[in-house]
């Protein structure tokens, strides 16, 4: 059976638009030995490296693990590159807890960035295959009529997206490491910003960030010897369901609620909004707050916005959602993910400063991609398993 | 002491030639007749368009073909005003999933109504390239226009959101 | 104490250019390596593939052949942008749990789209090397000058590696022309097409699966730098520590793929596993024979589990690289249940 994996190094850059005082090797390595000296180990000490990042046409650099062996210690050590799409920066975190679980290797460094300053990530996101011609630019365009359905079938109101938009902006103030650090945002900030791709307005939308994030994962043994407090993996779970099929609900896919079952299922979780004391969910456009929340199970069918209308998910609220401000805060696409499931470890480690949720115990960590058919959880908790 | 450098920029350019594959060759065929051609899966019996090289949930080949008709009702929506590179249509701009009379599945197009008219269950119709002008691309199909109709009532399209 | 796994099955599509794309290829392949291993769909517990965007020349192709799996229900899945030989080794990964027994393991690529040697430029260091637009035969080419000058082969031994995958008379061979000296054409792997799924079974089911199971003993990979200058390009530390790792030497190997997109890279490869004379080496020709890269490495594990399989073989080796100049390799060790 699976052996115990704790979290007991954390490291990320401070995330911002761009950061060209590093190159993408300086890029990860930051973040990597702030795990290391988080954890008090060298490099030495890591019997295996685990990376991953969105697509290889985003800085232009085909398969970076060979670009990055030397910068992440890897020379003479296994190493994998994780790709799958915008969960990626969770399934990496993923596939390394595996290693350890497996028994095969005690430690594993992990780590997930981007260097969007480096890359045309509109240019990559839209290739130009002559019969296929592209129809809309962005992530956005693409999520945008689903928004339409979630909003028509649930009648919410139409500020909802608004209020997670200001609510995630304040909590990033709260974190040092957040890329945007905007002290006057409001609800009339926000109604004011232009209208991208209606119903998704300018200031409802993530950032584009250079960025990374490193964990360094440990066995039972290896955790024992961790400084300072480790985050058990209390459960991991990937979905996928295909991209466009007959009848698909792509507001509410079913790829995310059976990985949610699965990964709380692990955990002993019955009633999320319950037990667990902080969620960090992949929220790159506001609305996808209520979403998330009816499909991770925090609220029933139709109701997940009225948790973010009632300030549940708030930081002080009963079950706070993105303390850390989040993707709409921070979006270094191929680190997001992993970024969720470090601050998801940051808060059952009591080290999350001023954005820590008091007395947090298990916190869940969820990243997601593609057409919204891709995802990757997991559960950390204070409690050694 | 000069400045150091912080960027460099090194163009890189690669050729592709790229097919498109049978099942889909043979519906942008059909478009240069002004033919929308789905297939339908012998399993599920789904009319996919367009058609894939598998059936994505049952992972089989496509059966029979399945001529469709170039009108539909527009299923979900976005309008867009964020310009970018090869655009055809001028800001603000409709998009939509637009789920074709005798398909089991919305295609996503452009359509050719004013912003502030786009409606989810508006009744549209394909405004096709000029015959000499088709080619086997989906931008044979120009964009979609209102028909005028009511609208489809929600239960008729709710399971494509 | 790892759990026992077997390669159940493996099916493949190799050719010069398809004659269609990837989820019309891929989608039968994939059935016929679940039918080989007397499985369906639903028996599978993860699924696992290996791909990689720059051969197509667009983002996110592992997305569009998801299409081929049928996923639905949802399913547990992953991907990495790595050769099918690093999928394959995740999914022997997640075996180990205990919670899944049968994995499902597949790439794809059409290396024929674009100029495949041109292509992996991009894998180099975008700052100082990628720019002066080195391509990857030419990058081979440099290892090959290493080898001749440490005298660990000679041409006419890269020749008589390229006859016997490709076919031809090595004095033949040897009076061609260099394309990228010391390299011939002949010394280089044609860009492929191909799909490939191998069926991995842990523990007793295996038996129930394939006949016989062509066990895993040992799996380990490793990087070496990647700048060129800092590496002994006629050794290859990576693959001797795989190597040993995997448990290669415990034993006589009575088949070996490997995969050597160049000549002179299979002459390296067998002397760092060190593998006796007596072993046969690529009987399926190769990546000499056909390079459709990312899916050449987990080729070579399906074919060294296809000599287990048909009884050819008792005990097989397989290799996967990646990187320039084999910068990056896998070994794994695979067994007869009685071998």
């Given at each position: ?385 | ?161 | ?23 019309e290829v891929l989608a039968p392949v994939i059935g016929e390596a679940l039918r080989a291993a007397r499985l369906e769909r639903r ?297």
């Amino acid at each position: 059976m699976a052996e115990r994996c704790a979290v007991i190094g954390i490291g990320q850059t401070k995330h911002t638009a761009k950061r060209d005082d590093v190159s993408i090797p300086g890029l990860v390595r930051e973040a990597a030995m702030r795990a290391l000296d988080d954890a008090e180990l060298t490099w030495r000490d890591i019997d295996a490296v685990v990376i991953g990042k969105a697509p290889d046409m985003f800085e232009g650099v085909m398969m970076p693990e060979l670009l990055l062996a030397d910068a992440l210690g890897a020379v003479g050590k296994p190493m994998m590159r994780v790709h799958t799409a915008g969960s990626v920066g969770g399934s990496t975190a993923i596939v390394a807890a595996h290693l350890v679980q497996a028994g095969i290797h005690q430690r594993v460094l992990t780590v997930a960035f981007e260097k969007q300053s480096e890359s045309d990530a509109m240019w990559a996101l839209s290739p130009k295959y002559p019969f296929q011609p592209p129809l809309v630019a962005g992530a956005g365009g693409f999520f945008a009529p689903l928004i339409r359905a979630y909003i028509r079938r649930s009648g919410a109101p139409d500020d909802v997206g608004m209020r997670v938009a200001v609510k995630d902006r304040l909590n990033a103030l709260k974190n040092p490491y957040a890329h945007l650090h905007m002290a006057d945002i409001s609800m009339d900030s926000v109604r004011a910003s232009p209208m991208l791709w209606d119903p998704v307005r300018y200031l409802e939308t993530c950032p584009s960030s250079d960025g990374a994030c490193a964990l360094v994962l440990a066995s039972d043994e290896a955790a024992k010897r961790s400084p300072r407090a480790p985050a058990w993996v209390r459960g991991t779970a990937v979905r996928s369901e295909p991209t466009h099929f007959a009848g698909r609900n792509q507001v509410d896919p079913r790829a995310g609620r059976e990985c949610a079952a699965d990964v709380y299922k692990q955990a002993g979780i019955t009633d999320p909004r319950k037990q667990l004391d902080a969620a960090e969910i992949y929220v790159p456009f506001s609305w996808f707050e209520p979403m998330w929340l009816e499909n991770l199970g925090f609220a029933a069918d139709g109701e997940g916005w009225k948790m973010t209308v009632e300030g549940a998910t708030a930081l002080d609220g009963d079950m706070p959602v993105n303390p850390s401000g989040g993707v709409l805060s921070t979006n270094p696409i191929g680190a997001s993910g992993m970024i969720r499931f470090a601050e998801a470890a940051l808060q059952v480690r009591g080290m999350a400063g001023e954005h820590q949720v008091p007395g947090a115990k298990l916190a869940m960590g969820h990243a997601y991609g593609g057409a919204s058919q891709f995802f990757a959880m997991w559960v950390v908790g204070s409690e050694r398993p | 002491m000069s400045e150091p450098v912080r960027r460099i920029k090194a163009p890189v350019r690669f050729e592709y030639t790229v097919q498109a594959g049978k099942t889909l060759s043979r519906f942008l065929a059909g478009l240069v007749e002004g033919r929308i051609l789905g297939r339908r899966c012998p399993s599920c019996h789904k009319v996919y368009v367009p058609p894939r090289g598998a059936c994505p949930t049952c992972a089989l080949p496509p059966g029979d073909e399945v001529e469709v008709k170039d009108t539909g009702t527009v299923t979900t929506f976005c309008v867009v005003n964020v310009p970018f590179e090869g655009q055809t249509m001028k800001l603000p701009y409709v998009y939509a999933a637009v789920l074709l009379d005798g398909a089991d599945i919305p295609m996503l197009h452009l359509v050719n109504a004013p912003a502030d008219e786009a409606r989810m269950g508006m009744r549209v119709r394909a405004e096709w390239a000029a015959p000499g002008q088709r080619k086997p691309t989906l931008e044979s199909i120009q964009w979609f226009s209102p028909t005028g109709e009511p609208d489809a009532p929600f239960e008729s399209y709710q399971e494509h959101l | 104490m790892p759990r026992d796994v077997a390669i159940a099955s493996f099916a493949s599509l190799v050719e010069p250019r398809f004659d269609g794309d990837e989820v019309e290829v891929l989608a039968p392949v994939i059935g016929e390596a679940l039918r080989a291993a007397r499985l369906e769909r639903r028996d599978v517990g993860f699924t696992v593939s290996g791909s990689c965007d720059y051969l197509g020349g667009r983002p996110f192709s592992f997305v569009m052949a998801l299409d081929a799996v049928g996923a639905w229900p949802p399913i547990r899945e992953s991907h990495v942008e790595m050769d099918g030989a690093w999928a394959l080794y995740e999914a022997w990964v997640a075996l180990q749990h205990g919670d899944i027994d049968v994995a499902l393991v597949y790439a794809f690529g059409r290396s024929t789209q674009g100029n495949l040697y041109e292509v992996l430029s991009a894998q180099l260091d975008p700052y100082t090397v990628a720019p002066l637009g080195i391509d990857a035969r030419s990058m081979a080419a440099l290892q090959a000058r290493a080898m001749l000058d440490a005298k660990r082969c000679t041409e006419r031994d890269m020749a008589a590696v390229a006859a016997r995958s490709r076919g031809g008379d090595v004095e033949a061979l040897l009076a061609a022309p260099y394309v990228a000296s010391p390299l011939r054409a002949h010394d280089c792997g044609p860009a492929y097409d191909a799909v490939a799924a191998v069926v991995l079974v842990a523990g007793d089911r295996a038996k129930q699966c394939c006949d016989r199971p062509a066990w895993i003993r040992g799996i380990d990979h490793r990087i070496e730098p990647h700048a060129l200058g800092t590496r002994d390009l006629a050794r290859s530390p990576s693959v001797e520590l795989a190597g040993e790792r995997a448990g290669v030497r415990k034993a006589p190997v009575d088949v070996a793929e490997i995969d050597a997109p160049f000549s002179h890279q299979e002459i390296l490869v067998r002397s760092a596993l060190g593998l006796g004379p007596t072993t046969r080496v690529n009987p399926s020709g190769g990546s000499l024979a056909a390079w459709p890269y990312i899916v050449s490495g987990l080729l070579r594990l399906g074919e060294a589990a296809r000599a287990i399989h048909t009884g050819k073989a008792r005990r097989a080796v397989a290799h996967a690289t990646s990187g320039p100049c084999l910068q990056q390799n896998l070994v794994c060790v695979m067994e007869a249940s009685d071998g």
